[in-house]
């Protein structure tokens, strides 16, 4: 026998047309359902209008038949099924996962076991607890089995104390119009390919060749970064950089200097051998004392911590240039070499000083614009 709905009221009627015209989806189908059968639809042709299940169609009939429209209206969900945890195990749990776990455990980390195990001990209402019930408790808390991060430190002990002189030397010079801070730093190249990412299929790895007994040609590139200008300074070491090549860079870069009209550089290097040898700094002072007689620029060093590359900004320039330009190539002499690199160092610098510019832009306060008077 098929299902029709009963006679439908004046009141049911118009609140099933405001249901029509509402964005409720699931009362508009509802009525809907209600408005077809009142027209003699059938529920398998109901259904399949609406993209309903006929079983579905038939239960809404049948629940407005028996309680009318309060029997449709939708019911808000309960949320779901309350938690089987209070809040306080969620905070012991959290507290747990953040310590170390005990000696009997056998363990440097937590494991969800353990975590319930530990968990358990502490509550009497809790007998047994399962690791899945303990993974879940942590995830409403953002905390996740993550492998940790290296993070490099400095081993010298004055390390604040040279950082410090670093940031003052930073504030002097570039509020100084005729001063200017320069990062100095070298790195070696080498003309065979370096270990390197690219797009490849998983059948056809990408492969390095790696050098054993034949000589491999390199070469290291002096560099100097203008901390005002963002400009660089290169020079290539005809060999080993040493005290010698140190001292004909820095009188080059002096030179360049005096020429553009500076008072005084502050030079910030890391404490490598030729930077602090007796021959370097024996250089330096009599640089000083000669440049007080002829009026050139003069040169105040600073030196960074020992091992802390991150405060060396030519550090990332360096390694860009490695991975990023020279990659899988193989140059076929040093000056290929060589000329590669310095294109992309200028370009990678030109950039930084870019996104530099732009930020100092934005963070330029905006002068107030004065008011029109109309007469």
Known sequence: MAIRVRSITAEESETLDLWQRGDDIVRYRRARVLRLSETDWRCPAIAEVLALHAETVRGVIKAFNEGGIEAITPQPRSGGRPPGYTQDVGDVAEDLARQEPPDEEGRATWTLHGLAKAIAAR????????????RRLLKLRDIAYYRAKQWLTSPDPHYERRKRRRDRLLVMARAAPDGTAFWLDQSWFSRWPYRFRAWAAKDARLRVAQRWSEKVDTTALYAALDDESQEAFLRWSTGQPDSEETVQFLEALMVHCTQNGLRFIVLIWDKASWHTS????????????????EARTRLIVCQLPTRSPWLMPLEPVFGWTKHQVLGGRLFQTVAQLQAAVERYFHQRVAQAKERRDRVCVRAQPVPAQKSLSVL
Do not use: L, P
């Open 123 to 134: 509550f009497e209402h809790i007998d047994t607890m399962s690791h899945e019930a303990v």
């Open 278 to 293: 007796k021959r370097t700094h024996g250089w330096i002072r009599a640089y000083n004392r000669r440049a007080r007689k």
